[in-house]
């Protein structure tokens, strides 16, 4: 299933339904309430811009072992310094490595 928009616009905490594969563009785009997002363990796929100028967002949960596939401005606009991303400890190195995921400066593990 791939997801087109944020059901909950105005929320500050999503989680992704495990049914979801691939975020469509644009899907959260300038939600400006978001504060932390959780991505199922199904997540492959995260599409452009797609929570882009989300400024307050300061906590990202990835649950997949295999880091999902991220363009490039999927969080443009998000700080990278402030956000931090947990991932699974198996999958730290990965994260960290990862051309994108990578460029978070908190990586932690789970």
């Known amino acids: 299933m791939v997801l087109v928009a944020y059901p909950n616009a105005k929320g500050s905490d ?6 979801v594969e691939k975020i469509g563009s644009c899907s959260f785009y300038d939600c400006v309430n978001l504060k932390s997002i959780q991505l199922s363990s199904q997540l492959k796929v995260i599409e452009r811009a797609t929570f882009s100028n989300c400024k307050d967002l300061g ?3 990835i649950s997949a072992d295999i880091p999902p596939t991220v363009h490039e401005s999927s969080f443009a606009m998000v700080s990278k310094q402030k956000c931090v991303l947990y991932v699974p400890n198996n999958s730290l190195k990965a994260h960290k490595g990862h051309p994108v995921w990578g460029k978070f400066s908190n990586i932690v593990g789970f």
């Open 59 to 61: 906590t990202i949960r």
């Open 14 to 19: 999503y989680e992704i339904p495990v049914s």
